[in-house]
């Protein structure tokens, strides 16, 4: 992924909700064209941040099974407030129906007290070519595994509290 659009994970319910934060810095690469004499979070990274923490959250409640989720839908979206540098988005997403393999999620972001961006988010989580039961393809056995052991690695970092 180009952008990590999440600094910590500050709480997790399994199989329910996730809160994390991402504190929006001067150097952000993307600021240097959105806007030079403006600068803010383009609205579809905020939209991504909704989806990074919503991909966070169903990975960790499935123990890292799913090797791929995709974003199927982004339904009512609304955008609020810009967020500039300095200022901290927090992110929050809930599960709001899951019926195998998809997720139906409500998401927000949030600058202090007042909304950011707001939108109904539809994944779906998937398995790479290789782990399919009619595979008939060639086998890489271990790109499962590496791609669950990145997910789990960048979890754990954004976890973590130091």
């Known amino acids: 992924m180009r952008f990590c659009l999440l600094d910590r ?19 952000e690469d993307y ?3 959105h806007f030079p004499l403006f ?9 991504e941040a909704l989806f990074q923490a919503a991909s966070h959250l169903i990975r960790a409640s ?8 995709d974003l199927v839908e982004v339904r009512a979206v609304k955008f609020a407030d810009f967020v ?17 393999p ?9 600058k202090g007290d007042a909304v950011a961006v707001s939108a109904k988010l539809v994944l779906k989580t998937g398995r790479l070519f290789e782990d399919a039961p009619d595979s008939t393809g060639p086998v890489i056995p271990s790109m499962s595994e590496y791609c669950r ?10 976890t973590s509290s130091t």
């Open 102 to 110: 998809l997720y139906t999620i409500k998401a927000q972001g949030t």
């Open 31 to 33: 600021l240097r064209d």
């Open 149 to 158: 052991d990145m997910w789990r690695k960048n979890y754990q970092k954004l």
């Open 62 to 69: 499935e123990d890292f099974g799913p090797t791929t989720i």
């Open 9 to 27: 994970i500050t709480d997790i319910q399994l199989g329910k909700s996730i809160t994390a934060t991402k504190l929006l810095r001067a150097e």
């Open 84 to 100: 500039q540098p300095g200022e901290t988005l927090k992110v929050e997403a809930e599960i709001t129906k899951h019926n195998s």
């Open 39 to 47: 600068p803010v979070m383009p609205g579809v990274l905020m939209v």
